[in-house]
């Protein structure tokens, strides 16, 4: 009979003990940070400098190599590996000329500290009790060189044995993560101590069961939201609306370095490796939310989303360097003194013209990347839940700046106060500006009395002559322009619908009798001159095919019965070819649509 085959992918049980105690480390507030900036190594190989009869051993890259197959409860893991924890935060990593005495007065302190902290189990070497003869570890470290190491404090470390359980000389900045932070062993380990202590009192005022139990309540950046909605009445409303989202897999998965904001789902995402104190987070918190706030991410209006972000970073910037708020960060923030007073537009031409300088900026979410994340989701900004977010945002600011200016809360820029009572006033309607444009070319007409018969008149006195007022007959003469419509396939109906109902009551508002039609799809459809009335009711559409816009424009040129000044109304989708138009002439689009070629006209947009 042949043997049964072994199981494969079976767990491991020394590995989760291991990760377990691993995992409730990174948990508790005083090793957090620390837990979070060093490598845990349990591979079998060469590489693995863990001796055959230790737990563990830290290194000054970073990294703890633990026994690979070692079993032991999860408490004593998380014992062991909070002792090679503290040896990194206690800086006792340093050139000593008697290592052997320094590593074992190193472990009698952490083995003390950690008894008094009640942490895990320790293993049955380090259960006893002994007194330590001196107050710290360099006296101890003197003692043990002297008299040599005492019986009842030899071989409390956790590479078992005469071993070793930390090498190296922690002397640079952190190995492992390296290119986020600069701090040491030391300052994490005080970090740390600062968020238990945070916790413990909340524990004390009810707000956590447990030490640890909600991390969220003492981060720089939740207590750099709090300052806000505490003491900033100018984006304290917006900081409330908004979350916090600190998770290192997401900031990795959306390529964020420091931080970025998505308006949509009204969070801001921190990067936690990239280390900000609550004065850097209070700095980035407000540098999201005034994207968000002053609407860049609607203003972008067919530009590089790259290039605009890098010019609102700059001017957004420049105002909190001036209000000082917080503390400029390391990575991500960008600053020019000479660009201060512009916009965000005058600011972004300028760095079209010197795209070499500009290109590769780093933002905070990265280099070459948009702190303001964009979701494909269509006209989002032109939906009814986008509209009803900005309405939302701008309310937010308009009332934090009253609140601001009430409470005496200190001066703010003059180009923030002004893009905020800016955004406060509602825009100008669309057919209200493409009116203006027709005005240009439509003067009011001069209308003079006559008592000419009208063409109805009453039956009851038919010959007595009744007086009016009506336009000069020669003043109508060249009175039209012409409207070319796309009637691709690609176009909307509504907006067809939309925009003919805006010419026809402009047209009978200012006395325009009739208007050249011209419909376009891949073939073009002279509709000759059409009264205005006729225009407003049915009026039968042709087309529905491809974009060839050109020849329609070609045609409208070449007409001889078309004045020779008269304008030109191309409506549009955008998908279209480059156009080349020689006479006065407007583009009307969808909103959120944009040619893909440098209009010489304006352009109106339907919302």
């Known amino acids: 009979m ?51 009869n230790g737990y563990v051993v830290a290194t000054a890259g970073g990294t703890l190599y633990c026994h690979p197959t070692r079993r032991a409860e999860t408490q004593t893991w998380t014992y062991v590996l909070a002792h090679a924890l503290l040896h990194l935060g206690f800086g006792h990593l340093k050139a000593v000329s008697h290592e052997r005495e320094w590593n074992a007065a190193c472990c009698a302190f952490v083995t003390r500290f950690l008894k008094d902290l009640k942490l895990g189990q320790p293993p049955e070497y380090a259960c006893g009790q002994f007194e330590l003869p001196a107050t710290n570890e360099e006296a101890l470290y003197r003692i043990f060189c002297e008299q040599g190491i005492a019986a009842d404090l030899s071989g409390l470390g956790t590479a078992g044995g005469n071993h070793c359980d930390f090498q190296g000389i922690a002397s640079a900045p952190l190995g492992y993560c390296g290119q986020y932070s600069s701090k040491t062993y030391e300052e994490l380990l005080g970090e740390g101590l600062m968020d238990a202590v945070t916790s413990a009192v909340n524990v004390a005022g009810g707000l956590e069961p447990y030490l640890g139990a909600s991390e969220k309540l003492h981060t720089a950046a939740q207590q750099a939201r709090s300052w806000f909605i505490s003491s900033y009445p100018l984006l304290g409303a917006m900081a409330a609306a908004f979350n916090i989202i600190e998770d290192a897999a997401i900031c990795q998965r959306l390529n964020i370095s420091v931080a970025a904001v998505d308006s949509e789902a009204k969070e801001i995402y921190f990067n936690p490796q990239a280390k900000l104190n609550e004065a850097q987070a209070r700095f980035v918190i407000a540098h999201e939310l005034l994207h968000v706030g002053l609407q860049h991410e609607s203003r972008l209006q067919g530009r590089d989303p790259y290039l605009w972000n890098v010019a609102c970073d700059y001017v957004i910037n420049g105002w909190l360097v001036e209000m000082g708020i917080g503390e400029f960060p390391a990575l991500g923030g960008l600053h020019d003194s000479s660009l201060k007073g512009q916009s965000a537009e005058s600011v972004y031409l300028l760095i079209c013209k010197n795209l070499r300088q500009y290109r590769k900026l780093a933002t905070l979410r990265g280099i070459d990347s948009c702190d303001m994340i964009r979701r494909d989701c269509g006209d989002y900004s032109y939906s009814s839940r986008g509209t009803e977010l900005d309405e939302f945002y701008r309310r937010c600011l308009a009332q934090g700046l009253s609140y601001h200016r009430q409470m005496a809360r200190g001066l703010l820029p003059a180009g923030l106060i002004e893009e905020i009572e800016g955004l406060s006033q509602p825009p100008i309607p669309w057919d209200v500006e493409l009116a203006q444009w027709f005005d240009l070319f439509f003067a009011p007409l001069q209308k003079r009395r006559t008592f000419a018969r009208p063409s109805r008149r009453q039956a009851s006195c038919p010959d007595i002559p009744r007086p009016r007022h009506v336009p000069e007959e020669t003043l109508l003469d060249g009175r039209t322009f012409a409207v070319l419509l796309d009637t691709s396939g690609s176009m909307d109906r509504k907006v067809l619908a939309k925009a003919l109902g805006a010419i026809a009551s402009y047209s009978i508002s200012r006395d325009v009798p009739r ?13 000759g001159y059409v009264a205005a009335e006729s225009i407003a009711q049915r009026l039968r559409v ?66």
Do not use: M
């Open 542 to 607: 042709r087309g529905r095919g491809g974009t060839i816009l050109q020849p329609g424009i070609d045609l409208i040129e070449r007409l001889e019965d078309f004045p020779k000044k008269g304008p030109i109304l191309i409506i549009t989708d955008g998908f279209c070819d480059n156009l080349i138009v020689k006479r006065e002439h407007a583009y009307l689009l969808p909103q959120g649509r944009y040619l893909p070629f440098k209009a010489r006209g304006p352009v109106f947009r339907i919302s």
């Open 2 to 52: 042949a043997p049964k085959a072994k199981p494969k992918n079976l767990p491991n049980p020394a590995e989760a003990a291991l990760l377990e105690g691993w995992q409730r480390l990174k948990k508790h507030p005083l090793f957090a940070p620390l837990a979070a900036s060093v490598y845990l190594c349990n591979s079998k190989g060469n590489n693995n400098i863990c001796p055959p």
């Open 515 to 527: 208007v050249r039609l011209i419909f376009c799809d891949a073939t073009t459809y002279d509709e």
